[in-house]
């Protein structure tokens, strides 16, 4: 595909659509911007200048068209501590470094590591992910004005009832304007996103940190930035993974990585806060329509055009219009399907969905939620394989030679019930261990095999191991602690 054509595709394929899902998007990201601002403890103009220039910038060097990045909840529990101790300057500071630790890891093809993230996770963080959105709007819900329930109600119908008389005009947007209009028309007494916080009246500015440049200053931004790099890394790969499926298309990660550190980079340099992907916004994007690139330079565009020249249409909006927003993403994020298959899928498969699914929503962190979901999903495989290996034996004619036929995958799962099945205390002459059908895999492997060959020598048997194949046979040249020359008998497969 030429570069023009790959132009055209991500960028003017789907015009109408993406630049009305990038309005939507653009109005939906000022409540969350403002919130995370809050959580990390800094300004709210920091938290939305963050949003306007990173989806401005990921638009031309993120891996995935249509996908939103701003400022994010998952970061911003990470810059507490350093906002608290050493101020904003060190956060400034913080986040271009956590952006050079992006392109690094976009260098070294770390994308790949997604590959290692069961489907059970990525549905366990999307349920997640759609509880905790749902939980972030509990407080526009309680101890609020009765006219709040009822332009939510409102807007909910209109979100879902529009799109089955005409999907020309995207249901959120026109949600939006109308209950903006119900509230100023009727003069109702309901929170609007002036309430919200102290909007930026300006451009946002260059400028670098000022911080001294000394080792102490490292040693302050180092532990910071890697966790900000590393969870900025996993919610954007979870979400462009997710965009890929509902999008039927696929995304490169590995320029992901390296566009959400130049994005970075830039937030910092023009006054923000680090972010990344938002699977909430991203969904919002792509329900409404969007499929390019253009989607998300606009979201960011006219998240600017709002906060500067329309910031006084921008602060009369309810906050219920933004509200039933969100409650509608998180409705259409929840798998609900996984509800159901509980009962059908494997054991292991719902129990990893679930544990992730406890993990993110009892410390509010993705992160942790992902992480115990991947250790859990090696651990179940781990488990399954090391079934999969089997030791029979039959003893010789003279009943003086028994030979152990080992069959599947010898590693550390497995490797101490292969060890296990060979008795080396048989009133016997000689053991012969023929691993023609078994691979070993690692070290914990090759000191099991250590380990039978030693015993039954310290017990007077004669031990010859054979049918190695050409890999394990090089584990046990380079590994084994048993002599040699037994190494180099197996390895011959005599």
């Known amino acids: 595909m030429t570069l023009s054509s790959t132009v055209r595709r991500d960028w003017f394929s789907n015009f109408r659509g993406d630049v009305l899902s990038g ?77 050079l630790l992006q392109i690094v890891a976009g260098y070294m093809k770390l994308g790949r590591l997604m590959r290692f993230v069961s489907r059970s996770v990525i549905t366990g963080f999307v349920n997640a992910l759609a509880i905790l959105i749902f939980m972030a709007q509990l407080p526009q819900l309680v101890d609020v ?29 026109v949600a939006i304007a109308v209950l903006t209009a119900v509230a100023v028309v009727f003069k109702l007494d309901v ?26 200053t490292m040693r302050i931004l180092l532990p910071v930035a890697l966790t900000l790099a590393a969870v900025g890394l996993l919610e954007s790969l979870l979400t462009a993974q997710i965009v890929d499926d509902m ?73 219920a219009a933004l509200t039933a927003v969100m409650i509608m993403v998180s409705i259409n994020t929840f798998s609900w399907r996984s509800v159901l298959q509980l009962r059908s899928n494997p054991v292991p498969s719902s ?84 691993v023609t059908g078994a691979h070993f895999w690692d070290i914990s492997a090759i000191g099991a095999l250590d380990r039978v060959v030693m015993k039954a020598r310290r017990h007077g048997l004669d031990v010859e191991v054979v049918g190695l194949n050409d890999a394990s046979a090089t584990m046990v040249e380079r590994f084994a602690v048993h002599d040699k020359a037994g190494a180099e008998a197996g390895a011959g497969g005599h």
Request: a neutral charge.
């Open 351 to 434: 129990v990893v969905m679930l544990a992730t699914v406890a993990t993110v929503v009892a410390t509010h962190d993705l992160a942790k939620g992902v992480i115990v979901g991947v250790l859990l999903s090696g651990v179940f495989f781990a488990g399954k394989v090391s079934k999969l290996s089997r030791v029979s034996s039959g003893l010789s004619e003279d009943g003086r030679t028994r030979t152990y036929w080992v069959d599947g995958q010898v590693f550390f799962a497995s490797a101490g019930t292969f060890a296990d099945s060979i008795d080396v205390l048989e009133p016997i002459d000689r053991i012969l261990v023929d």
């Open 23 to 99: 309005l939507v998007v653009a109005l939906a990201l000022i409540p969350e911007a403002i919130g995370f601002s809050v959580i990390a403890g800094v300004d709210p103009k920091i938290g939305l200048y963050a949003s306007v220039v990173i989806a401005c910038v990921i638009a031309f060097v993120g891996g995935r068209p249509a996908m939103i990045s701003a400022a994010t909840a998952a970061t911003a529990v990470v810059m507490v501590p350093l906002v608290r101790d050493h101020g904003v300057q060190y956060l400034f500071a913080a986040t271009i470094l956590m952006g």
């Open 247 to 319: 999008t039927d298309t696929s995304s490169d990660k590995n320029r992901e990585c390296k566009g959400q550190g130049v994005a970075n980079i830039a937030s910092a340099l023009f006054g923000g806060m680090g972010g990344c992907a938002m699977i909430g916004q991203s969904v919002i994007n792509v329900s409404s329509g969007a499929r390019g690139r253009l989607s998300t330079l606009v979201a960011g565009a006219f998240l600017l055009v709002l906060l500067v020249a329309l910031q006084d249409l921008l602060a009369i909006v309810p906050v």
């Open 191 to 216: 929170r609007t996103v002036a309430d919200l916080g102290e909007l930026p009246s300006a451009l946002p500015s260059f400028g670098l940190p000022q911080v001294p440049l000394t080792i102490e």
């Open 145 to 173: 004005p009765l006219a709040t329930y009822g332009l939510i109600a409102l807007g909910l119908a209109i979100i879902y009832l529009l799109p089955r008389v005409t999907r020309a005009v995207p249901s959120p947007l």
